[in-house]
């Protein structure tokens, strides 16, 4: 029986209320205990994730306890639950000791929202970082390593050197740790809508601003103010993951590994627990749960909040973004089924399971997932080369998706055309539309100047990646693949190097990399997920003092000497 | 029509085809030449030469004769009139190959590759033993690319000002970089002293090949094909048949030379201008190639001895930061070089040379202007309301040029992209196929993977050398021209009802009454106000 409308109003409102007021209370407790000599928004932000981090530590010591037994690869219970409690606890104790020496600035400017969540994501980073040290995943001189784990964990991506007996096994991690990176991912997801909300406006690009030109307005507030906007993201974000993991547990997924699961699909992060990732379940319907999941989880939030708010599906179809979207998806499948032969062990070429190998590894790369239903490996070339424009590509914007962005994709082409057109007619005026939105000059060119700084960011890091370990297109696809948060790279694993498992999915070269490859891998991850120009805008707010002191101290370039003015 | 009237007999007005005819003359005269080599050097040839330069000819001066070049000059004009003529060039100059039998009739596909690869000084070559073909024949191939390297039309202006195929479009959309900078205010004149400089430094590579004790026909191959930054050689080792530091050396400053812009050379030799513009990117040219090289050093320390690093770290970095590629020894091979060395040599592909070289590649000034741009985005996002004018070097550049640049840069990098895609699937793997493309676009010449500096561009699958065809043409015009030149063809170079009111509409040159008349009527808007 469903509630009548008023009281169903009235019970929305109280639901409203409280979480108002626990978010008051916690705002009001934090500005009680921060009240120290140093006056710095940058140090709270980053030691209240890092404070934050303690109760998730809790929680996975609970399930490790609970369940532990069921996921991990020892088959036992609680083996990683003493460490995450004390780990927990050392961080927590560490970051409220430091919290209380300091204090909440008067105003906050744009740069530093900036500067906040570069630093808020490497608290995150840290944390996890030493969650894995802690219960041994990686071995405790590997702080690269553990470095590189956290940030795969804390964007979304599917790259890990975490071993497993053989292929087909479980990775070789407790319950505690495999429940901390699943919920990790997801959290990193949560946190992404709040960074989409409060911190991309402010770059102008990439946060609600588009949906793929169905309106010119309506996405940029789905509520009057930010918290509700907020609010109405995160809640869509739970309810997806839910039904991803209900999902999971119909189509025959144990109800522990379908919750795990379920939360790095939705958010697009795509650890799994077996070495073999969702290939290892080898069943269709857990394949196409997935493939949905992931589908939706690079599909842009609040054109989904709308749809499905207003009852409106046609507004999917109405939107430019939506639609490149799924021709992408399209195109792509049809053209890796065509390309990639049955000699692959796909089933018969126009065979219904050819068809979903091929729309999963291409719905799990452009959602940049990462999951694998077969290692990218066994694709064809032409198919790889595909699969690899993809990731470059990523999911719609305002999506859990890392990558590009198709919006800027369909912008970036638009320009192009606009430059021929300018070839031929020298002084054409001309605006860019998408669909009834024009795009301002000013989007065209933060897209572009996005755009220009990855690729100039993607060469050094793949000659410091070939410098690691890689071979070429090792090094090349997995620069692009960490950039985009997908993970998993296109290189052939030498089975010979010690600790490969034998064609362990694609993230098997990973082996082969040392810590300057791990280093680089971790920062190119963070970078992708943070939108390199908001890094660069942080790292130039971190290092103003120093191009100060060049250009107006004593190291500045003289042009007029005293002498010659006379 | 003035002239129509004047030569009293009916001509088409059709500038592209008009200006092919004049390029493949040109080409004809190449081929006489070349024919005369094969004559002295008696290693035959000489009659599939000749013959090929009999039919040029008189294609060439039907194509020319039957048409007049349009007064009006405008860019859609000149991008057709240069693409066409590119393509004309590149299909005449597979005549030798094929009469001569050094590439087979069955294989006729080849020796277009050849042709293409050969005009866009791109220095890929098909041919997989180079030693064994005659001399009249490797002589002409040579030739191709030094015709290439400053281009074909450029080369028409200056020798033929009367054929009144000039333009400053025509010579901008064929000469390499963004800007065409006239040392002269007459566009024949700075034609003529484009091709004077040019041939001046292949007079002055090919004395010093000579002196450093090659053969003269070497050391005449070599320079065409050092000066045009085209790559070819006349052996299949490249330049290590000669095993000579003295060779390497002349070749290397020959590449770095005409790597850099030729306006800068032109002014510093005649001391015209005391601060030159392109200083700046003279000197990201500079450090890019030096930047390399100490690169290539420090990563292939582990691997090569001291001297050979050296010698390798110099020669590549100077060879592909050109985008000549002339081979040394095979990088391709992972027990010399390191993964990441090679991945430096592909960033080199990408950029290439200076703007107004005959080098390929995306130009340093484009990549300044998104090293600029990128950075003016950065400093945007910061401080919203900044207004900050792109400054490189001295000069600031224009919004309209800085985004004709990055247009071209994502286009450029968007085809490369696309290119490698087409290359893997028609059966390359992802290293070789996507290097190839990046290397075709760039012409440059060695790819990665199967396609190093000693293997030939058989390495390629043979499906996916049309692809790099197209793309060494997209590559050596700098991509609009060949996008548009069938848009600009329909728009441009039919008479036909349409084409006249596209021509009506379009941008046309004002006659010296009617400017008047506008001023005037302008003047009378004005005091009307």
């Known amino acids: 029986m469903t509630p009548r409308p008023a009281r169903r109003a009235r019970e929305r409102e109280r639901l409203r209320r409280l979480v108002v007021r626990a978010v008051r209370a916690g705002d009001g407790a934090l500005h009680r205990w921060a009240r120290g000599p140093y006056e710095s928004t940058l140090a709270v932000v980053a030691l209240v994730v890092l404070a934050a981090a303690a109760p998730v530590f809790a929680a996975c010591a609970v399930f490790d306890w609970l369940f532990g037994g069921r996921v991990g690869a020892s088959g036992e219970s609680g083996t990683d639950a003493v460490p995450l409690l004390i780990a927990g606890a050392a961080i927590a104790l560490f970051a409220l000791g430091l919290l209380r020496l300091c204090r909440f600035e008067r105003r906050i400017t744009e740069r530093q929202t900036l500067t906040a969540l570069v630093l808020g994501s490497f608290a995150a980073v840290a944390a996890i970082a030493v969650a894995h040290l802690a219960t041994g995943a990686v071995p405790p001189t590997a702080l690269a390593t553990a470095f590189a784990e956290a940030a795969a964990t804390v964007t979304g991506t599917n790259s890990t050197t975490i071993p497993a007996a053989d292929l087909g096994q479980k990775l070789d991690l407790g319950g505690g740790m495999l429940a901390l990176r699943a919920a990790g991912q997801w959290l990193g997801g949560a946190a992404f809508i709040v960074v989409l909300v409060r911190v991309l406006p402010h770059l102008g690009v990439g946060g609600l601003d588009s949906d793929g030109g169905v309106a010119t307005r309506s996405a940029r507030r789905l509520a009057p103010r930010r918290a509700g906007t907020m609010g109405r993201l995160l809640l869509l974000y739970a309810a997806l993951t839910v039904l991803v993991a209900v999902g999971y547990a119909l189509a025959g997924m144990p109800l522990t590994q379908s919750g795990l699961h379920a939360l790095t699909t939705a958010s697009t992060g795509g650890f799994s627990t077996y070495a073999d990732s969702l290939g290892h379940f080898d069943s269709a319907a857990i394949e196409w749960v997935a493939i949905f999941g992931m589908a939706a989880g690079g599909v842009s939030l609040p054109l989904m909040f709308l749809a499905i708010r207003r009852c409106d599906p046609a507004r999917f179809i109405r939107s430019y973004e939506f639609r490149l979207y799924v021709t992408l998806i399209v195109f792509a499948t049809v053209t890796v089924a065509l390309w990639t032969r049955d000699d692959f062990g796909f089933g018969h070429l126009f065979g219904l399971e050819h068809f979903r190998k091929s729309l999963f590894a291409v719905v799990s790369v452009i959602s940049t997932t990462g999951f694998e239903a077969a290692s990218f490996i066994e694709l064809s070339t032409g198919s790889q080369a595909i699969l690899m424009v993809l990731m470059l590509i990523g999911g719609m914007s305002a999506s859990m998706a890392g990558g590009f962005k198709v919006v800027r994709l369909l912008t970036l082409a638009s320009y192009i055309g606009r430059e021929l057109r300018r070839a031929i007619y020298p002084s054409l005026a001309e605006r860019l539309r998408l669909g009834r939105s024009t795009i301002s000059e000013t989007t065209i060119s933060r897209i572009v100047g996005e755009l220009l700084l990855a690729a100039l960011l993607l060469i050094p890091a793949a000659i410091l990646l070939g410098a690691s370990g890689l071979d070429i297109v090792g090094a090349l696809s997995y620069a692009v693949s960490a950039l985009s948060n997908v993970g998993p790279a296109l290189s052939y694993v030498d089975p010979d190097l010690p600790g490969v498992v034998p064609a362990v999915g694609s993230t098997g070269h990973l082996a082969a990399v040392n810590w300057i490859g791990h280093l680089t891998a971790g920062l190119l991850m963070l970078l992708g997920r943070m939108s390199v120009t908001a890094a660069a805008v942080a790292l130039s707010v971190a290092a103003y003092p120093l191009v100060a002191a060049v250009r107006h101290g004593r190291w500045r370039r003289r042009t007029h000497s005293p002498m010659s003015v006379r | ?529």
């Open chain 2, 1 to 529: 029509m003035s002239t129509m009237a004047s030569l009293g007999e009916r001509r088409f007005e059709s500038t592209p085809v008009h200006v092919s005819g004049v390029a493949l003359l040109l080409v004809a005269a190449g081929m006489a030449v070349s024919a005369g080599v094969a004559l002295v050097d008696g290693g035959g040839g000489a009659l599939a030469l000749g013959t090929s330069a009999a039919i040029t000819a008189s294609v060439g001066s039907a194509m020319m004769g039957s048409t007049t070049a349009s007064d009006r000059s405008d860019s859609p004009l000149a991008f057709a009139a240069v693409a066409w003529a590119w393509l004309a060039v590149s299909i005449a100059g597979t005549m030798p190959y094929l009469f001569s039998g050094v590439i087979g009739w069955s294989e006729a596909d080849n020796a277009l590759f050849e042709s293409v690869s050969g005009f866009t000084c791109t220095g890929a070559t098909i041919l997989a033993d180079i030693d064994g073909v005659a001399h009249g024949i490797l002589f002409f191939r040579s030739m191709t690319q030094w015709f290439g390297g400053m281009g074909l039309i450029v080369l028409a202006v200056s020798v033929l000002p009367a054929l009144k195929v000039g333009g400053l479009e025509l010579i901008a959309n064929e000469a390499p970089g963004p800007t065409a900078d006239r040392f002269t205010p007459r566009i024949a004149a700075t034609a003529r002293r484009l091709w004077m400089l040019y041939s001046g430094f292949t007079v002055a590579v090919a004395l010093a090949l000579l002196a450093a004790g090659t053969s003269l026909f070497d050391a005449v191959a070599h320079a065409f094909t050092t000066v045009a930054t085209g790559g070819f050689s006349t052996h299949s080792a490249s330049i290590a048949y000669f095993d000579s530091v003295a060779v390497e050396l002349v070749v290397i400053v020959g590449m770095i030379m005409c790597g850099a812009s030729f306006s800068i050379h032109w002014h510093t030799i005649m001391r015209t201008r005391s601060k030159l513009r392109g200083y700046s990117e003279l000197r990201w040219y500079l450090s890019l190639i030096g930047g390399a090289a100490i690169a290539l050093l420090v990563l292939n320390s582990g691997k090569l001895d001291l001297g050979q690093n050296i010698r390798e770290a110099a020669f590549y970095a100077a060879s592909l930061g050109s985008n000549t590629g002339y081979g040394l020894t095979d990088y391709t091979h992972s027990q010399f070089w390191t993964p990441s060395a090679q991945l430096v040599l592909l960033t080199l592909f990408l950029v290439g040379g200076m703007t107004g070289s005959t080098a390929g590649g995306m130009k340093v000034l484009r990549l300044q202007i998104v090293a600029r741009y990128a950075v003016r985005e950065v400093i945007r996002a910061r401080h919203r309301r900044a207004v900050l004018p792109m400054r490189i070097g001295d000069t600031t550049v224009a919004e309209d040029v800085a985004a004709r640049a990055l247009g071209f840069v994502l286009l450029y990098l968007g085809l490369a992209l696309a290119g490698g895609v087409l290359m893997t699937a028609l059966g390359n793997d992802l290293e070789t196929g996507f290097s190839g493309a990046v290397s075709a676009i760039g012409t440059v010449g060695p790819a990665l993977g199967e396609a190093g500096p000693t293997s030939s561009a058989l390495a390629f699958e043979r499906a996916s050398r049309p692809v790099m065809m197209v793309l060494m043409l997209f590559g050596r015009l700098e991509v609009f021209p060949t996008m548009l030149m069938f848009v600009a063809a329909m728009r441009a170079g039919t008479r036909s009802r349409y084409g006249r009111q596209a021509a009506q509409r379009g941008p046309r040159r004002l006659t010296r009454r009617e400017t008047h008349a506008s001023t005037r009527g302008l003047k009378r808007q004005r005091a009307g106000e």
